[in-house]
Structure formats: structure tokens, C-alpha cells
Nanobody, 115 residues
Framework: QVQVVESGGGLVQPGGSLRLSCAASGSIFSISTMGWYRQAPGKQRELVASITRGGSINYADSVKGRVTISRDNAKNTVYLQMNSLKPEDTAVYYC?????????WGHGTQVTVSS
């Protein structure tokens, strides 16, 4: 059984910062890519950022320059540092891992950017 648990969401004012964390545990033999998606009300889920085991990174155009993804392979953990947050960043943020035994999603963490 595989568990994927996000943390770090919350309410922040425009221009503020948040750091999301996602830890994967259980019967995971090898994780290749780890990533963050988000889904705003009434919108489709979209990729925010992803990082391969070797460190190759992909960012959505909407967050480039404001977001940094990183990972700790020893801890099966991925982080998302978000700066200069905007109201349009408000969404539920989901972690996804691509592993040898399958792909897994977390339950999501709410990020609300509002004054």
C-alpha cells in the first residue's frame, strides 16, 4: 500500500509565500518523477511543476519565476516553494508520484490567496 500525504497549505495574502511538502511512503520500490498539480473551482486540474529523479524540472508558464520545486530522494519527499502568490493561485494542490509500481495521488491541500 502506498500513501501520499501533502502538507503546508493555508491562507496567505497576495505577495506572500507558502511551502508545500509531499511525502510518499509504503511499498514504493522506485519513484521516478514527483510533481504538483492544482485544481481551482470550475477548472481542470493542471500541472504546476514536476521533477525527475535525476533533477530535470518542468514548470507551468503561469508559475515560472515564482515557484521552485525540489525533492529529497532519500525521504521520498517533494517540496514546492511558492513566492509572490496571486489570488489566481488559489486552488487545491495535489501531489503526484510516478513509481515503478504505479502512479499515485495525494488527497490535496488547499491554498487560498486572499487579502
Amino acid at each position: 500500500q502506498v500513501q501520499v500525504v501533502e502538507s503546508g497549505g493555508g491562507l496567505v495574502q497576495p505577495g506572500g509565500s507558502l511551502r508545500l511538502s509531499c511525502a510518499a511512503s509504503g511499498s514504493i520500490f522506485s519513484i521516478s518523477t514527483m510533481g504538483w498539480y492544482r485544481q481551482a473551482p470550475g477548472k481542470q486540474r493542471e500541472l504546476v511543476a514536476s521533477i525527475t529523479r535525476g533533477g530535470s524540472i518542468n514548470y507551468a508558464d503561469s508559475v515560472k519565476g515564482r515557484v521552485t520545486i525540489s525533492r529529497d530522494n532519500a525521504k521520498n519527499t517533494v517540496y514546492l516553494q511558492m513566492n509572490s502568490l496571486k489570488p489566481e493561485d488559489t486552488a487545491v494542490y495535489y501531489c503526484k508520484i510516478w513509481a515503478a509500481v504505479g502512479n499515485y495521488w495525494g488527497h490535496g491541500t488547499q491554498v487560498t490567496v486572499s487579502s
